[in-house]
């Protein structure tokens, strides 16, 4: 069975940085980061191949974001600079198998989730 568990989430100030960490992760997977804010649906945040290789971020976080993979400890994580208030969400990682192709911003192709992991940003 495939199961993921994030952690590093917490309260931080506007302007901060911190890393979210996904463990559990596969080496034939590839891992995405979505968020969801209250009273609406997740949306994408960044992915990753299997290889570690290939990344893709979301327009709101690109530039501010490094997500990376170490498949020795099988972990994944996304390093996020410049919080920013409307950062505020519930984190979530996610888990697909994906030898070859494209990585995807869709939370439907991403078959294994984890409980996610609280981020407040203060102003």
């Known amino acids: 069975q495939v199961q993921l568990a994030e952690s590093g989430g917490g309260l931080v100030q506007a302007g901060d940085s911190l890393t979210l960490t996904c463990d559990a992760s596969l080496p034939a997977f590839a891992v995405g980061w979505f968020r969801q804010f209250p009273g609406k649906e997740r949306e994408f945040v960044a992915a990753?191949?299997?290889?570690?290789?290939?990344?893709l971020y979301a327009d709101s976080v690109k530039g501010r974001s490094t997500i990376s993979r170490d498949n020795t400890k099988k972990t994944v994580a996304l390093q996020m600079n410049s919080l920013k208030p409307e950062d505020t969400a519930v984190y979530y990682c996610?888990?697909?198998?994906?030898?070859?192709?494209?990585?995807?911003?869709?939370?439907?192709?991403?078959?294994?989730w984890g409980r996610g992991t609280q981020v407040t940003v203060s102003s």
């Open positions: 996610a888990a697909r198998l994906l030898l070859f192709g494209a990585l995807s911003r869709s939370e439907n192709e991403y078959k294994f």
């Open positions: 990753i191949d299997r290889t570690g290789s290939i990344t």
